[in-house]
């Protein structure tokens, strides 16, 4: 790192993971990848990347917003002709569909302060890929995989449980990290589930979990006045209008933006 300049920068939510057994373990998690297009984001001096370079993938690309850290990669990339490209990109722009042939996976240790925003983004469109092991703070992925009813439940929970099976795969410790950050990390195992809801469907769940989840304490009917006429939309999809959207599973949110959907 020193020797390319790589100082880890907060503006850009960095803290980079060296430890080779770390890395070796999360791209294990990462499930088969013979043959597999693995899309990492943010690898910084590249501890994941070699990691992921290990295994049998047939291609990954690294996509690094930091310049410094893309000139470092270079090395690696050059060691690596036709399995390795360095994009320097904001992975937020990248359409990781239109650059890598079936079968895709992700595997990132992302950045602290773009993890949630990346995820939404790959929900969308779930479909394109197989599976995605992803980095994020602890709080971030106890909200991912959060039951209802729980402290930690919330939108994000209910968006990422709606399109993939959500499992915490493993936890480490600030330490782990250099420059080590103030809590703890995890990573998050997801995989889509077969039945792709369309656009339009994916549009009203978010409309549908920003109104409810808005305002926690509120009761549905208060919580929802924003989407018009709650009391209908909750008639329609059976759930009475007293209850609080953390009491709600992920299948009657289903229900919910569905009926939301048909009334237009």
Request: proline share 9%; aromatic share 4%; with cysteine.
């Amino acid at each position: 790192m020193l020797r390319h300049g790589i100082e880890p920068r907060r503006s850009l939510g960095q803290h980079f993971l060296l430890d080779p057994g770390l890395c070796a373990r999360i791209a294990a998690l990462a499930g088969e990848m013979a043959g597999r297009q693995v899309l990492e984001v943010g690898p910084g001096p590249g501890g994941l990347t070699r990691a992921l370079l290990a295994t049998p993938a047939a291609h990954v690309l690294a996509v690094e917003l930091d310049r410094r850290a893309v000139a470092a990669l270079a090395e690696l990339e050059a060691a690596h002709p036709g399995r390795l490209r360095v994009l320097e990109a904001d992975a937020l722009t990248v359409d990781a569909a239109a650059l890598l042939p079936a079968p895709r996976r992700i595997v990132a240790n992302l950045p602290y302060n773009v993890g949630t925003p990346l995820l939404v983004g790959w929900l969308r469109r779930a479909a394109d890929f197989e599976s995605m092991t992803l980095m994020f703070q602890q709080e971030v992925a106890e909200r991912i995989v959060a039951p209802p009813d729980s402290e930690a439940y919330g939108r994000l929970g209910v968006l990422a449980q709606w399109r993939c099976e959500a499992t915490m795969l493993l936890r480490l410790p600030p330490g782990a990290f250099t420059p080590p950050p103030k809590v703890w990390s995890a990573v998050v195992g997801l995989v889509p589930r077969p039945e792709a809801p369309s656009p339009a469907l994916f549009r009203a769940m978010e409309r549908l979990t920003a109104a409810a989840f808005g305002q926690r304490r509120k009761m549905l009917r208060s919580a929802l006045k924003p989407l018009g006429e709650p009391q209908a939309l909750l008639a329609a999809a059976g759930i009475a209008g007293e209850r609080r959207a953390e009491t709600l599973s992920v299948a009657e949110f289903d229900t919910l933006a569905r009926a939301l959907l048909a009334r237009g």
